[in-house]
């Protein structure tokens, strides 16, 4: 079901690509995208986290084309400038990365240095502290490495056989959801026990997948990098108290500050999605004193104050497409929009 609605998305954004929409009906002030991991390909069928992951080639090619394009490249401060002001001739693009992964200095900052263009990072303190818990990482080996797989769920003991890449693959999407449902001290409970019984070391697998503060240190120094904060375990929000959630917000923008010896402005709230976080988390990022909070909820960022600051949506880039067509479509906005037939005018756009 889920492979059929990503093919059904990709013929609707192909639709609106071949109709003229992107060149007709650009909608917005701009565009914040959403990348999580930049790596090299991995050979291998069962990749349950290839949606989080872009190659550097491909992010190359993304900034290519959306300078063709005429974009303005900003960080966050000028986003929620231009969110609040009249608009002006040419749109933006933000990039924007989460879960400080130790991928991003090695592979995405070479690239994103010698475009010189601005991004922003969005960093959950405990992970550059080691003490992070990368729990969606050490369930992918689990499930890669074994085909029959017991764990805890709730008071009872569940037992599953995988014996295919697409069992496989079924399994994460239903244990992922399953994990991300719980409280954080549940879940921890829940990944620990799991990694435990298939000798998978979180703590290591976490630390080596994470930048550490040196790392990060480096990043700072540099003027076209804008730190965010992502909370300091990067728990969905909704699975706690409210008094939880403003205690991660405030701290982790407390932390990062004292390392960065500069104000935190922004935040990314954990994970983003409708159902990682409510109407209250908004009116709490505002109390805890961020200019702006993103989530990872599709769409595009109007002018004059028509569109929240504490409630940003991001365009999230499935790694699965790499098709420069469908960014344009989705960066122009007309992807949010009703898409309605305007005449053969393919030829006047370029992919190329």
Not at 313 to 334: E, K, T
Request: hydrophobic letters at 45%.
């Amino acid at each position: 079901m889920a492979s059929d609605d990503r093919w059904l998305e990709r013929l609707r954004l192909e639709l609106a690509w071949f109709t003229g929409q992107p060149l007709l009906r650009s909608r917005g002030a701009g565009a914040i995208l959403r990348f999580e991991r930049v790596r090299p390909r991995r050979s291998g069928a069962f990749q349950p986290l290839r949606q989080n992951e872009i190659t550097p080639q491909f992010l190359d090619r993304a900034i290519r084309a959306l300078k063709r394009w005429n974009y303005d490249f900003l960080g966050m401060d000028e986003v929620c400038r231009r969110a609040v002001t009249l608009p002006e001739k040419r749109r933006f693009v933000a990039l924007t990365f989460d879960g400080a992964a130790k991928d991003l200095i090695s592979f995405a900052y070479p690239v994103l240095a010698r475009h010189a263009v601005p991004f922003t990072l969005y960093v959950p303190t405990a992970f550059p502290d080691g003490v992070g818990e990368a729990w969606w990482l050490g369930l992918e080996q689990v499930i890669a490495r074994e085909s029959r797989i017991n764990l805890m769920m709730g008071d009872r003991e569940q037992r599953f056989t995988v014996t295919d890449n697409a069992e496989k693959q079924a399994l994460f999407s239903f244990l992922e959801s399953w994990l991300r449902s719980l409280p954080p001290a549940d879940l921890s409970v829940a990944i620990a026990d799991l990694c435990t019984r298939y000798r998978i070391d979180l703590a290591a697998l976490s630390r080596e997948a994470s930048m550490d503060w040196e790392d990060l240190a480096k990043l700072a120094a540099d003027p076209s990098v804008t730190i965010g904060s992502a909370t300091v375990n990067y728990p969905v929000l909704a699975n706690i108290k409210d008094v939880a959630a403003l205690r991660e917000m405030t701290m982790g923008r407390a932390v990062a500050e004292a390392a960065f010896r500069r104000e935190i402005r922004h935040l990314a709230f954990p994970f983003g999605d409708r159902a990682s976080f409510r109407r209250s988390h908004v009116v709490m990022a505002e109390e805890a004193g961020f200019a702006s909070a993103v989530s990872t909820i599709s769409g595009i960022v109007d002018a004059e104050g028509r569109t929240n600051l504490r409630a940003l949506p991001r365009i999230f880039w499935d790694g699965r497409m790499r098709s420069l067509r469908m960014m344009r479509v989705l960066v122009s906005g007309v992807a949010f929009a009703p898409v309605k037939p305007t005449g053969s005018v393919a030829s006047r756009l370029n992919d190329g």
